[in-house]
T-cell receptor, first 115, second 114 residues
Framework: DTGVSQDPRHKITKRGQNVTFRCDPI?????LYWYRQTLGQGPEFLTY????????KSRLLSDRFSAERPKGSFSTLEIQRTEQGDSAMYLC?????????????FGPGTRLTVL | AQSVTQLGSHVSVSEGALVLLRCNYS??????LFWYVQYPNQGLQLLLK??????LVKGINGFEAEFKKSETSFHLTKPSAHMSDAAEYFC????????????FGKGNQVVVIP
Protein backbone atom coordinates (compact mmCIF):
# COMPACT_ATOMS: atom_id res chain seq x y z
CA ASP A 1 0.00 0.00 0.00
CA THR A 2 1.88 3.00 -1.31
CA GLY A 3 -0.85 5.54 -0.73
CA VAL A 4 -2.53 7.94 -3.14
CA SER A 5 -0.08 9.71 -5.42
CA GLN A 6 -0.58 12.84 -7.49
CA ASP A 7 1.46 14.32 -10.29
CA PRO A 8 2.69 16.99 -10.65
CA ARG A 9 2.96 18.39 -7.14
CA HIS A 10 3.21 21.93 -8.43
CA LYS A 11 2.12 23.52 -11.69
CA ILE A 12 2.57 27.11 -12.78
CA THR A 13 0.82 28.14 -15.96
CA LYS A 14 -0.26 31.23 -17.80
CA ARG A 15 -3.87 32.25 -18.08
CA GLY A 16 -5.54 30.59 -21.05
CA GLN A 17 -3.35 27.50 -21.09
CA ASN A 18 -4.61 23.95 -20.55
CA VAL A 19 -3.35 21.80 -17.70
CA THR A 20 -3.80 18.14 -16.76
CA PHE A 21 -3.29 16.50 -13.39
CA ARG A 22 -2.97 12.82 -12.63
CA CYS A 23 -4.07 10.83 -9.59
CA ASP A 24 -3.12 7.24 -8.82
CA PRO A 25 -5.38 5.81 -6.12
CA ILE A 26 -4.57 3.05 -3.70
CA UNK A 27 -4.64 -0.24 -5.58
CA UNK A 28 -8.10 -1.85 -5.78
CA UNK A 29 -9.90 1.18 -4.37
CA UNK A 30 -13.17 1.49 -6.24
CA UNK A 31 -14.03 5.07 -5.37
CA LEU A 32 -11.98 8.09 -6.45
CA TYR A 33 -12.76 11.68 -5.51
CA TRP A 34 -11.46 15.08 -6.61
CA TYR A 35 -11.58 18.09 -4.28
CA ARG A 36 -10.34 21.66 -4.60
CA GLN A 37 -8.87 23.65 -1.72
CA THR A 38 -8.31 27.40 -1.86
CA LEU A 39 -6.32 29.41 0.66
CA GLY A 40 -7.99 29.58 4.04
CA GLN A 41 -10.77 27.18 3.09
CA GLY A 42 -11.50 23.52 3.54
CA PRO A 43 -11.53 21.18 0.55
CA GLU A 44 -14.61 21.38 -1.69
CA PHE A 45 -15.99 18.41 -3.57
CA LEU A 46 -15.61 18.47 -7.35
CA THR A 47 -16.47 15.02 -8.66
CA TYR A 48 -16.20 11.30 -7.98
CA UNK A 49 -15.90 7.97 -9.76
CA UNK A 50 -17.12 4.51 -8.94
CA UNK A 51 -14.65 2.41 -10.92
CA UNK A 52 -14.63 4.03 -14.39
CA UNK A 53 -18.04 5.68 -14.10
CA UNK A 54 -18.22 9.37 -13.19
CA UNK A 55 -21.29 9.46 -10.97
CA UNK A 56 -21.55 13.07 -9.87
CA LYS A 57 -20.11 16.48 -10.66
CA SER A 58 -20.33 19.54 -8.45
CA ARG A 59 -21.61 22.85 -9.75
CA LEU A 60 -18.05 24.06 -9.08
CA LEU A 61 -16.94 21.96 -12.03
CA SER A 62 -17.51 24.30 -14.95
CA ASP A 63 -17.47 23.21 -18.59
CA ARG A 64 -13.74 23.97 -18.68
CA PHE A 65 -13.10 21.08 -16.30
CA SER A 66 -13.15 17.45 -17.34
CA ALA A 67 -12.20 14.34 -15.42
CA GLU A 68 -11.70 10.78 -16.56
CA ARG A 69 -10.87 7.46 -15.00
CA PRO A 70 -10.22 5.02 -17.84
CA LYS A 71 -10.28 1.37 -16.85
CA GLY A 72 -11.11 2.33 -13.30
CA SER A 73 -7.50 2.85 -12.27
CA PHE A 74 -5.77 6.25 -12.39
CA SER A 75 -7.70 9.45 -13.00
CA THR A 76 -6.94 12.70 -14.80
CA LEU A 77 -8.38 16.15 -14.22
CA GLU A 78 -8.02 18.61 -17.10
CA ILE A 79 -8.66 22.34 -16.94
CA GLN A 80 -8.98 24.13 -20.26
CA ARG A 81 -8.39 27.85 -20.77
CA THR A 82 -7.21 28.34 -17.20
CA GLU A 83 -8.23 31.45 -15.27
CA GLN A 84 -6.61 33.06 -12.25
CA GLY A 85 -9.53 31.88 -10.16
CA ASP A 86 -8.51 28.30 -10.85
CA SER A 87 -5.42 28.76 -8.67
CA ALA A 88 -5.85 26.26 -5.84
CA MET A 89 -4.71 22.94 -4.42
CA TYR A 90 -6.35 20.02 -6.22
CA LEU A 91 -6.71 16.98 -3.99
CA CYS A 92 -7.47 13.42 -4.95
CA UNK A 93 -8.80 10.79 -2.55
CA UNK A 94 -9.74 7.14 -2.84
CA UNK A 95 -11.76 4.72 -0.73
CA UNK A 96 -12.10 0.95 -0.86
CA UNK A 97 -15.82 0.62 -1.55
CA UNK A 98 -18.98 2.65 -1.85
CA UNK A 99 -19.92 2.69 1.81
CA UNK A 100 -20.14 5.97 3.65
CA UNK A 101 -18.26 4.49 6.57
CA UNK A 102 -15.18 3.98 4.43
CA UNK A 103 -12.25 6.30 5.02
CA UNK A 104 -11.18 8.51 2.15
CA UNK A 105 -7.40 8.48 1.77
CA PHE A 106 -5.96 11.68 0.38
CA GLY A 107 -2.98 12.30 -1.84
CA PRO A 108 -0.52 15.18 -1.31
CA GLY A 109 -2.29 17.37 -3.85
CA THR A 110 -1.31 19.36 -6.92
CA ARG A 111 -0.86 23.08 -6.34
CA LEU A 112 -1.88 25.09 -9.39
CA THR A 113 -0.82 28.69 -9.86
CA VAL A 114 -2.30 30.58 -12.80
CA LEU A 115 -0.42 33.75 -13.69
CA ALA B 1 -27.24 18.44 2.18
CA GLN B 2 -24.52 18.47 4.81
CA SER B 3 -22.35 21.29 6.14
CA VAL B 4 -19.86 21.93 8.90
CA THR B 5 -19.02 25.00 10.96
CA GLN B 6 -15.62 25.44 12.56
CA LEU B 7 -15.14 28.69 14.43
CA GLY B 8 -11.83 30.44 15.04
CA SER B 9 -9.50 29.91 12.13
CA HIS B 10 -6.37 30.15 14.33
CA VAL B 11 -6.11 28.44 17.70
CA SER B 12 -3.13 28.96 20.00
CA VAL B 13 -2.46 26.49 22.77
CA SER B 14 0.40 26.14 25.22
CA GLU B 15 2.43 22.97 25.18
CA GLY B 16 0.90 20.57 27.71
CA ALA B 17 -2.47 22.32 27.73
CA LEU B 18 -5.82 21.00 26.55
CA VAL B 19 -6.53 21.15 22.84
CA LEU B 20 -10.20 21.80 22.04
CA LEU B 21 -11.43 22.29 18.48
CA ARG B 22 -15.13 22.82 17.97
CA CYS B 23 -17.18 21.39 15.13
CA ASN B 24 -20.91 21.76 14.57
CA TYR B 25 -22.62 20.04 11.69
CA SER B 26 -25.84 20.21 9.77
CA UNK B 27 -27.23 17.13 8.08
CA UNK B 28 -30.64 16.08 6.82
CA UNK B 29 -29.75 12.39 7.24
CA UNK B 30 -27.79 10.51 9.91
CA UNK B 31 -24.26 11.90 9.67
CA UNK B 32 -20.90 10.32 9.40
CA LEU B 33 -18.31 12.63 10.97
CA PHE B 34 -14.58 12.87 10.43
CA TRP B 35 -11.58 14.83 11.68
CA TYR B 36 -8.60 15.16 9.37
CA VAL B 37 -5.20 16.76 10.02
CA GLN B 38 -3.07 18.43 7.37
CA TYR B 39 0.63 19.09 7.85
CA PRO B 40 2.43 21.55 5.55
CA ASN B 41 2.91 20.22 2.02
CA GLN B 42 1.13 16.99 2.85
CA GLY B 43 -2.28 15.52 2.16
CA LEU B 44 -5.05 15.14 4.69
CA GLN B 45 -4.66 12.33 7.21
CA LEU B 46 -7.59 10.83 9.08
CA LEU B 47 -7.48 11.39 12.84
CA LEU B 48 -10.76 9.68 13.72
CA LYS B 49 -14.29 9.11 12.53
CA UNK B 50 -17.76 8.48 13.87
CA UNK B 51 -20.18 6.33 11.90
CA UNK B 52 -22.41 4.45 14.32
CA UNK B 53 -22.19 2.98 17.80
CA UNK B 54 -20.11 4.45 20.60
CA UNK B 55 -20.33 8.23 20.59
CA LEU B 56 -16.88 8.77 22.11
CA VAL B 57 -14.35 8.03 19.41
CA LYS B 58 -10.62 7.67 19.97
CA GLY B 59 -8.16 8.38 17.21
CA ILE B 60 -4.47 8.59 16.52
CA ASN B 61 -1.94 10.75 18.39
CA GLY B 62 -4.05 10.89 21.55
CA PHE B 63 -7.01 12.72 20.02
CA GLU B 64 -10.64 11.91 20.71
CA ALA B 65 -14.03 13.34 19.78
CA GLU B 66 -17.55 12.94 21.06
CA PHE B 67 -20.65 12.85 18.87
CA LYS B 68 -23.52 14.73 20.50
CA LYS B 69 -26.64 14.48 18.40
CA SER B 70 -28.65 16.85 20.60
CA GLU B 71 -26.03 19.56 20.12
CA THR B 72 -25.16 18.61 16.51
CA SER B 73 -21.52 18.70 17.58
CA PHE B 74 -18.37 16.65 17.14
CA HIS B 75 -15.68 18.50 19.09
CA LEU B 76 -12.07 17.30 18.99
CA THR B 77 -9.94 17.18 22.13
CA LYS B 78 -6.49 16.18 23.30
CA PRO B 79 -5.60 16.42 26.99
CA SER B 80 -2.03 17.62 26.52
CA ALA B 81 -0.74 19.46 23.47
CA HIS B 82 2.59 18.55 21.95
CA MET B 83 4.70 20.64 19.60
CA SER B 84 4.08 18.07 16.88
CA ASP B 85 0.34 18.86 17.02
CA ALA B 86 0.91 22.13 15.17
CA ALA B 87 -1.04 21.65 11.95
CA GLU B 88 -4.36 22.44 10.31
CA TYR B 89 -7.39 20.45 11.40
CA PHE B 90 -10.54 19.90 9.38
CA CYS B 91 -13.91 18.57 10.46
CA UNK B 92 -15.98 16.91 7.74
CA UNK B 93 -19.41 15.35 7.39
CA UNK B 94 -21.02 12.99 4.94
CA UNK B 95 -24.49 11.55 4.88
CA UNK B 96 -25.42 7.98 5.70
CA UNK B 97 -27.18 7.77 2.33
CA UNK B 98 -25.76 9.04 -0.91
CA UNK B 99 -22.46 9.51 -2.65
CA UNK B 100 -20.28 9.80 0.45
CA UNK B 101 -18.85 13.15 -0.60
CA UNK B 102 -17.23 14.95 2.30
CA UNK B 103 -18.30 18.47 3.24
CA PHE B 104 -15.45 20.17 5.10
CA GLY B 105 -15.32 23.06 7.50
CA LYS B 106 -12.89 25.92 6.96
CA GLY B 107 -10.35 24.40 9.28
CA ASN B 108 -8.45 25.40 12.42
CA GLN B 109 -4.76 26.29 12.24
CA VAL B 110 -3.31 25.12 15.56
CA VAL B 111 -0.22 26.84 16.91
CA VAL B 112 1.51 25.27 19.90
CA ILE B 113 3.37 27.69 22.15
CA PRO B 114 6.38 26.25 24.00
Amino acid sequence: DTGVSQDPRHKITKRGQNVTFRCDPISEHNRLYWYRQTLGQGPEFLTYFQNEAQLEKSRLLSDRFSAERPKGSFSTLEIQRTEQGDSAMYLCASSPRDRGTDTQYFGPGTRLTVL
Amino acid sequence: AQSVTQLGSHVSVSEGALVLLRCNYSSSVPPYLFWYVQYPNQGLQLLLKYTTGATLVKGINGFEAEFKKSETSFHLTKPSAHMSDAAEYFCAVSGAYGNNRLAFGKGNQVVVIP
